[in-house]
Nanobody, 123 residues
C-alpha cells in the first residue's frame, strides 16, 4: 500500500487543520487506518484510528474532543480534522495501515506508513 499525506502546515494556537491520507494498492475498505505523530525528541505515538470491520473509532486522551478521524472508502482517503490546536500538537504526522486499534492502544505492528507531514502550532 502506498500512502500520501497532505494538509500539514503552520497554524496559530486555537486554529484548525485537516490532514488527508490517500491510499493506493490494496482494497482500502478492508483495513484499519491510524494517525500517528512524532514530536522532536519523542517517540512516535498513535493518536487516532478507525477500524474497517465495525467502524469503531478511538483517540488518545490528549486529542479526544479536539481531533476527528474519518474515512471515505470511495476516495481511498482517511482524514484527521484537528481543531483547538495547541503548541504541543506540533509534530510530524503520519498515517498508517493496519494499526492495532482499540480503546486500550493505538499501535503500529505491521503495515505501511506515509511519508509524514509537518504540523506546527505557534503560541
Amino acid at each position: 500500500v502506498q500512502l500520501v499525506e497532505s494538509g500539514g502546515g503552520l497554524v496559530q494556537s486555537g486554529g484548525s487543520l485537516r490532514l488527508s491520507c490517500a491510499a493506493s494498492g490494496r482494497t482500502f475498505s478492508s483495513y484499519a487506518m491510524g494517525w500517528f505523530r512524532q514530536a522532536p525528541g519523542k517517540e512516535r505515538e498513535g493518536i487516532s484510528c478507525i477500524r474497517s470491520s465495525d467502524g469503531m473509532i478511538f483517540y488518545k486522551d490528549s486529542v479526544k474532543g479536539r481531533f476527528t478521524i474519518s474515512r471515505d472508502n470511495a476516495k481511498n482517503t482517511v482524514y484527521l480534522q484537528m481543531n483547538s490546536m495547541k503548541p504541543e500538537d506540533t509534530a510530524v504526522y503520519y498515517c498508517a495501515t493496519d494499526p492495532i486499534c482499540s480503546r486500550a492502544q493505538i499501535f503500529f505492528l505491521a503495515g505501511s506508513w506515509g511519508q509524514g507531514t509537518q504540523v506546527t502550532v505557534s503560541s
